[in-house]
């Protein structure tokens, strides 16, 4: 900006019937080379409370995109469908307060399920989730579980009604939370994360799943590990990891051969899937190695849980000629903030060591 200033008063034009206040005052300034912003007069036109409605509608909408953003930013970590409706459930918590969602493609037998809930009111809850989305819906449904003392609320996903969303929650009606605000967008951003998660169920099932027992491999342990210790590190809550090994399974091998032997294992892989909970996450890890984590749960809980796999295992009465029947021992750590995987499984590992040197099929943390 050029500016000049004198103190002589300029004459004025003839063409101006008035001094501008300038020239009455003796200042000349330049403008050349100055930028003005344009400004919309139509702002001045507003009264000043429709101007503070304007910029607080501004702030709804940038904290309404902020959390879709989160939303979307989150899902984005995983393609595993279980660790994308469990990271669903934890971000809607905080808007709208729930005990279980469930999503369901009917092109498939599964539903994927994240429930908070434990112990009778769980089963029960998942009980009534399968029951909810035994069939496709057109439209929204709605209405309450008495017995659960919940209500329901049942999205289809897309408009060839193959995919089914599900809420149980406490509220007469979840639209009176600040879900409604953006249950177009929240639906919308959940399409396409779940697309991509059953499509690359379809093209990686095989390497990311044991051929014999059906359960996840270590790999997909180790993702799903890494998620969850990031949720347990935003949330605070507890995070179990337990290491299990199989007593007495190599008398069997030796003793009947490994055809048996795999059919064993694959007992036991359906006597555990049917003992731990949707939220856990089971994998085989080696050969007659398993791991859980168990997210959200104590050390008393997580003990709790492994010692019915023990008993589970006992009573399933398999055993060689003359050696004791198979069991389970299992070793329990929790995750510290400064736990990497690595020392994370070497302390749970050493757990299962203890229980081993114990008298076997017992559980140690």
């Known amino acids: 900006m050029n500016l000049a200033i004198s103190f002589n008063k300029p004459a004025i034009p ?4 008035q001094p501008s206040v300038e020239e009455t005052m003796g200042i000349s300034i330049s403008l050349h080379n100055r930028r003005i912003p344009m400004i919309n007069p139509s702002l001045f036109a507003k009264h000043p409370r429709d101007l503070i409605e304007e910029i607080s509608e501004y702030k709804r909408e940038t904290e309404r995109l902020g959390k879709i953003y989160d939303l979307h930013r989150q899902l984005s970590t995983t393609l595993d469908l279980d660790a994308m409706i469990e990271t669903f459930s934890r971000w809607l918590a905080p808007m709208t307060p729930h005990h279980l969602v469930a999503y369901r493609h009917f092109g498939r037998k599964r539903i994927h399920v994240a429930c908070s809930t434990h112990g ?17 819906v057109d439209c929204v449904t709605k209405g309450g579980l008495p017995s659960l003392n919940q209500y329901f609320h049942l999205w289809a996903l897309n408009s060839d009604h193959n995919d089914s969303l599900l809420i149980l929650h406490p509220q007469p009606d979840v639209t009176a939370t600040s879900f409604c605000n953006f249950e177009t967008d929240i639906l919308h951003e959940l399409r396409g994360p779940l697309k991509r998660a059953l499509a ?15 359960l996840v491999n270590r790999r997909v342990f180790e993702e799903r590990a890494t998620l969850e210790m990031a949720n347990a590190h935003r949330s605070g809550h507890p995070l179990a990891l337990a290491c299990l090994d199989l007593d007495h399974f190599k008398a069997i091998n030796d003793r009947f051969g490994h055809g048996k032997g795999d059919e064993v294992l694959q007992t036991v892989s359906q006597t555990f899937s049917r003992t731990v909970r ?57 995750w510290s903030s400064n736990d990497s995987i690595e020392n994370w499984w070497h302390r749970a590992d050493a757990a299962l060591y203890r229980a081993k040197s114990k008298g076997r099929s017992q559980v140690c943390c």
């Open 200 to 214: 690359y169920d379809d093209l990686y099932d095989q390497a990311r799943r044991d051929l014999l027992t059906g």
């Open 120 to 136: 009778p009111l769980r089963l029960q809850m998942q009980a009534a989730a399968h029951e909810l989305m035994v069939h496709p």
């Open 278 to 334: 949707d939220a856990d996450l089971l994998a085989r890890v080696g050969g007659d190695e398993f791991a859980m984590i168990l997210p959200n749960t104590s050390l008393e809980n997580a003990g709790l849980l492994m010692e019915r796999l023990c008993r589970a295992i006992r009573d399933l009465n398999i055993h060689a000629p003359d050696t004791p029947p198979l069991g389970v021992s299992v070793g329990i750590a929790l």
């Open 14 to 17: 003839a063409k101006l019937s």
